[in-house]
């Protein structure tokens, strides 16, 4: 029995095996799509650690680019408010210096006014010195005469006081 037992399962392992064999062949091409399989295993978990370390780099730059522009806005919002004040301040000034140009040109006018009456006053002085001019020099002739007429008179009236 034991030898029935023997060739029955040399026979149904034979039948197993034929029927679940590949050829060579077969096996050969699928050892290489394995093997071929594996590397490109292998290149993508190391692209994937690559694209990891890229991809930290990368979200470390984006922080420090966050934090840059939230440094460029709020020296924006700054510059923005001391742009707003220098507007308000120069509106203030061209107002005053409007205003100041008012007055500047009343004060010409004014003074426009004041050296027309000056000169007209000393044109009217020059007149009334010149027709006092040529009295006085007609009264200076007369003054001159009497001058003289009175000098006569003190010399005259001490030695009349002593006869």
């Known amino acids: ?7 029955v399962s040399v026979v149904l392992t034979l039948a197993v095996l034929v029927s679940s064999c590949v050829s060579q062949k077969q ?6 799509d394995k093997d071929r399989l594996d590397v490109n295993v292998e290149r993508s978990h190391k692209e994937i650690r690559e694209l990891k370390e890229v991809k930290l780099t990368l979200e470390d730059q984006i922080k420090a ?3 840059e522009i939230t440094k460029l806005e709020q020296q924006v919002n700054i510059f923005k408010r001391q742009n707003e004040e220098m507007g308000s301040k120069f509106t203030i000034l ?4 409007k205003k100041m140009m008012t007055d500047l040109e009343a004060k010409k006018s004014e003074s426009a006014s004041l050296i027309a009456s000056y000169e007209q006053k000393i044109t009217e002085l020059q007149i009334a010195n010149a027709s006092m001019g040529t009295r006085s020099a007609s009264r200076g002739k007369a003054t001159a005469s ?6 006569k008179s003190k010399v005259a009236l001490p030695a009349a006081l002593k006869i």
């Open 1 to 7: 029995m034991t030898t029935i037992f023997r060739k």
């Open 27 to 32: 096996y050969a091409d699928l050892v290489k």
């Open 65 to 67: 680019k966050n934090v």
């Open 94 to 97: 061209d107002e005053q210096m």
């Open 146 to 151: 009497r001058k003289s007429k009175t000098r």
